[in-house]
């Protein structure tokens, strides 16, 4: 069937083509590439996009979690719940270099909101902040992290029934006992969940960090970037694709534990 | 019952607030954005961006980057949109009716583009690539077959809820019975009922690949995305317009979307475009498993 092989071609041969690259160099099979992430600038890439990753998976996760109740407890089929599940969806996915715009427009030197702050007296010093990935970077990834947890938290929020909360307040629970006893360990399991899917989705970005950082090369993406653009160097390439495959394994190990709380979350939301 | 309406008051307060403040927080940039195009260097304001942007001829003569990168975006639009539901369509019905066993296999690789971030397919798409450019042209228009990999698991989802909802396998032996051959049962039978679901994995296919950036910039491609990032370099104000109207149109098309469900087609129209709209997102198409 035609469609085995485009996948094949399109979607296996290169996953196997990174597997396999990582640890070839020059025609002979080495360990080299993989060795080669040892250095100190990956691990400091690595160790910086897992840190970004994480900050913004549990920051993301939780403002999220809150608008998407705040959201549920709109009418189903209002303006403001359509309204704001489109937006989500725009930021969340279609965003790329134009989030990245937005902020530079916003808080660059020229910047409306940088004009607002020297005016207010709050102005920092300078505005590279913004390009620095612990900070400015760290804010636009919570501009498209928030929305796309509101998207992924909602249909959760929205498993939960009236009826939980009409049998606790019967039995004589106050609304502390119901979210405590019930709603939050039902939502615990998708809460993580969604968690999870927030760091990989950080972990994999790449269009908004590139418009942004121009510079240095902080993140993995980047450095992955980096070895396209100076493959003159001999062997790099296949560096490349080693730092691919230690991506490809940390999103793997992410993706196994979702995987598996998903099984026990979906136990109790009939979706 | 006094006790419920201090109740509904409280939580109609935290909702507005809630959605307030963060609403807050997503359309500041955006303001942010328009403030930045309309601005000259001594205060005051002025349109000459936006009045730029609206002239076609103008764009196309001062920004050919701009113009080139748009008409290659919408061509890729139209082949991946084409070749996803070549591909899946057939595929999916098929796999209903007369291979049920498969449906895992299938779901499991439609899905697994989530899971390999765009990098890492660029990295492991290189030597497809050179074989392809080698073959064929250097054209940018190539690219969609990769980007068909990439909406993968957000049409594989919209289609699915579409299949789900009507009866392949009545509808298909009542037309086999009939006469009809394969072909015809795919055209005139399955493609009609599923117009909803088609409707919806066709549109989130046009607003991923708008919005793509990583795959072409990394082949040295040249698309809308990549077009907007290197007119950045140079001309600020064009390319932040540029990047506000894409987020605006990406918006309009995703809120009308939402009407779509809820309009005239009745329940099964319903059901078939719920699911597609949370599957906007990645995330969401990979949480709707079940």
Redesign the interface.
Known sequence: ????V??T???V??????VVAAFVSEGRPTLGNVRALGNANFLTAMRQSIILSAATALIGAV?GA??AY??S??RP?GI?K??????C???????????A???????GA????SAWLKKAGMAPSSTLWLYEWNKGVLLVYL?FQ???ML??F???VEGLRPQWREATETLGGTTWTYWRRVAMPILFP?FV??TL??F??A??A??TA??LVSQAQPLV?LQ??GT?TSETVLGQ?NI??AM?LA??VV??IV?AI?TWL?KRS?KWLV? | MSQRAAFRRKQTLFRWVTVTAVLAFFVLPLLGMLDFTTKVRRGGRTLATWRTLSHVSEISTRYPALKEGFLASLGLCVITVVLMLALLVPTMTWVRLRLPGLSRTVEFICLLPLTVPAIVLVVGLVPVYAWVFYLFNESTLWLALAYVVLVLPYAYRALDAGLRAIDVKTLSEAARSLGASWFTVMWRIVLPNLRTAVLSASFLSVALVLGEFTIANLFSRRNLQVAMYQLGKSDAKISVAVGLVSLVFAFVVLFAMSFVGSGRGGRRARRAAAPAIPAASPAAAAAKES
């Open positions: 069937m035609p469609f085995f485009y996948t071609v399109f979607l041969i290169p996953t196997i083509v990174v403002v809150i608008l705040a959201v407890t709109a089929d403001l359509r309204f704001v599940t489109s937006l969806g725009v930021l969340a996915q279609f965003g790329g270099v134009a989030l715009f937005a902020f530079i427009a916003s808080f020229q910047g409306m909101i501009y928030i929305p796309l998207i992924v909602l249909p959760a998708s969940g969604a899917l927030l990989t989705n972990f994999s790449y269009a590139a418009a993406p992955i970037a396209f390439a490349g694709k691919a991506m490809v999103v793997a993706m979702y998903d979906s979706r």
